[in-house]
């Protein structure tokens, strides 16, 4: 993908494969890959579940703006970021104007599938995931849609979606 002259970065609801479908997807253009969750609790010294705890949700956002607003800085790299950074205005604002969003999206019932592999969402722990997904789903999905590229993720191996991803990013370059 010689013309990538921007980082890629994947948004989309929690569950729904980014950082596993980024990492493939990194692999396979041979460009490097950046987990912003990971990043974040780097720069903390903490998890996301004591950030959240010890210091709430909005002092989680402000730390993932900066991340990913140090993070797309022309490299064309793949960002991985949580569910909800790209509802936070300038988070998004940054992502749209210095990079290429994906929007990866599943049915609920497979991100429901996948959420329960893990308890470490903060998001989740109160109340019933699949009703708590639904709801953002609702809220989140007309946001993610200002993504430049919209991308619906496969049931099944990852690699499915990654071959999606390809296909949605040079019909996008034309
Ligand atoms: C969140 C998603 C999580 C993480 C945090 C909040 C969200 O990331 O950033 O728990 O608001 O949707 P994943 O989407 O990688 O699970």
Known sequence: MQWLDRPLVLVG?????????GK????DLGIGFIDADEEIETAAQMSISE????FGEPYFRDGERRVISRLIDGTPRIIATGGGAFMNEETRALILTGAIA???????QTLVDRVSRRNTRPLLRNG?????????AEVRNPIYAEAQIHVRS????HNRTVLAILEALARWHG
């Open 128 to 136: 019933n995931p699949g009703e708590v997904l639904a709801r953002l």
């Open 51 to 54: 950030i959240f705890e010890k």
């Open 13 to 21: 609801l929690m569950g729904v494969g980014k950082s596993t479908v």
């Open 24 to 27: 493939r997807l990194a692999s």
């Open 154 to 157: 496969k049931d099944g191996p």
């Open 102 to 108: 994906i929007w990866l999206d599943a049915d609920l």
